[in-house]
């Protein structure tokens, strides 16, 4: 073999290596996937698979032909650039590929892979030799392809992985037969709702509650395995859905005997299809609940939930409107709130930290469930005032300059992005900028809800910058009736161009609200 083929194969090889790091990221957010994976494909990456194409035939006529150094100094030139990509990639990415187990079995099948197309060059000649070489061009050039083929050769053995973690998980739930299991879900507020239960709860209990946003299947396996232990009196499990029956599938695991649904809403209506599907998807919750001789909180705020609901239910709690769970005589200000909670009759004054009109609902919930399971009434009153914003919603922090941010960044629900606006605008003498890429997987009611987010922006904001220029249209085309001055509204393509134009005028009488800071793979 010509030691220019060789070389031609090792490069073509690492550049492929080096197009996979941005193949896996996308795979990873958008959840191992296939379809999904595929959608960013098509709308991010036809243009150079057309690039690529060409290159693709060059190497192959220059190595039908036996022109080796062509060959060579193509593949060479692919890697250089294919490197230059990957590492400016790697610095501008917002969420960087997480090197899971998973991730790295697909990048330990990838290499067995590529190591036997190079072996079968070297050591086998004629028609052979040149097939490994023509199949491992496809797949150089063609990184989705081989991220896809990797996806379905791994497939039965992540299967076979995740089984024997949630066999292990159910034995050590079993094995705790004190355990008070408590599930949430809702199209939004779910998270926020979780930490602040365990707040409260911990005033008398030994409490486990999932992390971060970790409500898939596999996550909560992962919470029950690291951290239950034999002393663990209540777990409590954030459970997120994309299609129907995603939240049956973590209540068959954790099997859990009290529920919150803090809401029912347009939120990734491109997988459920309409919100008739989110609603059952949700009550998946209520039904395992009920089985298990339990209570289920719903939120009577939402107008989804109280249209769809079976009131004969004696399993459901209603919290919220004039409910016996509710709140009274809400005092608002831009660094917190005061309010009254009504607990089936009982009247607790408290106050919080924490921003906005849905976080008051937020601890509504999780205190109406705190109460059912006999936490005292100051126990409540003090781990509500010691409440701490979850990272990343609406959490108030110095900024650039002297200036307040409002970090935002974690929520992208309608009904939440409204209100973080409206909690802007509160900031009265300061001036307001908000930096937002809109709102993503709300299917036909994407477009309305970004208007309204465009609205809303407009009656509160000074100065309002968009980021995406396809996405940010909606957005664009409701400031656009109203009278705002135009000047002030900037379309941009990262959150790095749009610091460039906020920092500048950044100083002590200015505050920025950060709203929706999505992943790579929606940002366009």
């Given at each position: 073999m010509s030691v220019f083929i060789l070389?031609?194969?090792?490069?073509?090889?690492?550049?492929?290596?080096?197009?996979?790091?941005?193949?896996?990221?996308?795979?990873?957010?958008?959840?191992?996937?296939?379809?999904?994976?595929?959608?960013?494909?098509?709308?991010?990456?036809?243009?150079?698979?057309?690039?690529?194409?060409?290159?693709?035939?060059?190497?192959?006529?220059?190595?039908?032909?036996?022109?080796?150094?062509?060959?060579?100094?193509?593949?060479?030139?692919?890697?250089?650039?294919?490197?230059?990509?990957?590492?400016n990639c790697k610095k501008k990415s917002i969420k960087k590929l997480v090197y899971t187990g998973r991730v790295k079995r697909l990048l330990a099948t990838s290499l067995i892979i590529l190591g036997l197309l190079i072996t079968v060059m070297e050591t086998v000649s004629g028609i052979y030799s040149q097939a490994a070489f023509i199949i491992l061009g496809i797949l150089a050039f063609f990184s989705p392809l081989f991220v896809l083929i990797v996806l379905f050769i791994n497939s039965p053995i992540e299967a076979l992985i995740s089984r024997h973690y949630i066999n292990d998980a159910k034995r050590i739930l079993k094995q705790n037969n004190?355990?008070?299991?408590?599930?949430?879900?809702?199209?939004?507020?779910?998270?926020?709702?979780?930490?602040?239960?365990?707040?409260?709860?911990?005033?008398?209990?030994?409490?486990?509650?999932?992390?971060?946003?970790?409500?898939?299947p596999m996550g909560v396996v992962r919470t029950v395995r690291g951290d239950i232990k034999s002393n663990t009196q209540v777990f409590i499990c954030e459970m997120g859905a994309k299609k129907k029956g995603d939240i049956k599938e973590i209540c068959d695991i954790v099997h859990p005997t009290y529920g919150i649904i803090t809401s029912v809403g347009a939120q990734h209506l491109d997988t459920f299809g309409s919100i008739e599907n989110v609603f059952k998807t949700k009550f998946e919750l209520a039904d395992e609940v009920r089985k298990n001789g339990g209570k289920t909180l719903i939120s009577a705020e939402s107008e989804d939930i109280i249209k769809r609901y079976d009131k004969s239910d004696n399993s459901l709690v209603l919290f919220g409107k004039e409910e016996n769970f509710r709140v009274e005589n809400i005092s608002r200000n831009s660094f917190g709130s005061n309010f009254d909670l009504i607990l089936d009759g009982k009247k607790i004054s408290v106050s919080t930290k924490l921003l906005g009109l849905h976080s008051i609902f937020d601890i509504l919930a999780a205190a109406s469930l705190a109460y059912k399971l006999g936490v005292k009434e100051d126990d409540i009153k003090v781990a509500i005032s010691s409440l701490k914003p979850t990272e990343h919603r609406l959490e108030l922090k110095s900024f650039h300059n002297g200036s307040l941010l409002i970090d935002d960044a974690y929520n992208s629900n309608p009904v939440g992005c409204l209100e973080a606006v409206r909690t802007l605008g509160t900031f009265d003498g300061y001036k307001k900028t908000i930096i937002t890429p809109g709102l993503i997987e709300l299917g036909a009611k994407e477009y309305e809800a970004n208007y309204a987010l465009g609205l809303e922006a407009a009656k509160y904001c000074d100065i309002i910058i968009l980021v995406g220029k396809n996405r940010s249209k909606p957005m664009v085309d409701a400031i656009n009736t109203t009278d705002f001055n135009k000047d002030n509204v900037y379309v941009v393509s990262s959150f790095k161009e749009a610091m460039d134009i906020y920092i500048p005028t950044a100083d002590k009488m200015s505050v920025v609200l950060i709203e929706n800071d999505l992943p790579d793979n929606y940002l366009n």
């Open positions: 070389l031609s194969a090792l490069f073509l090889a690492g550049s492929l290596f080096c197009s996979i790091y941005r193949q896996l990221q996308m795979l990873q957010q958008n959840s191992y996937f296939a379809s999904r994976y595929l959608k960013w494909v098509y709308g991010n990456f036809m243009l150079s698979i057309t690039f690529l194409s060409f290159g693709y035939c060059l190497v192959s006529i220059f190595y039908l032909g036996q022109k080796y150094l062509f060959c060579f100094l193509i593949s060479l030139a692919v890697f250089v650039i294919r490197l230059l990509l990957a590492l004190n355990l008070t299991v408590i599930g949430i879900t809702g199209s939004f507020g779910k998270t926020t709702t979780k930490f602040i239960l365990n707040r409260i709860l911990s005033e008398k209990y030994n409490t486990v509650c999932t992390p971060a946003s970790f409500n898939t």
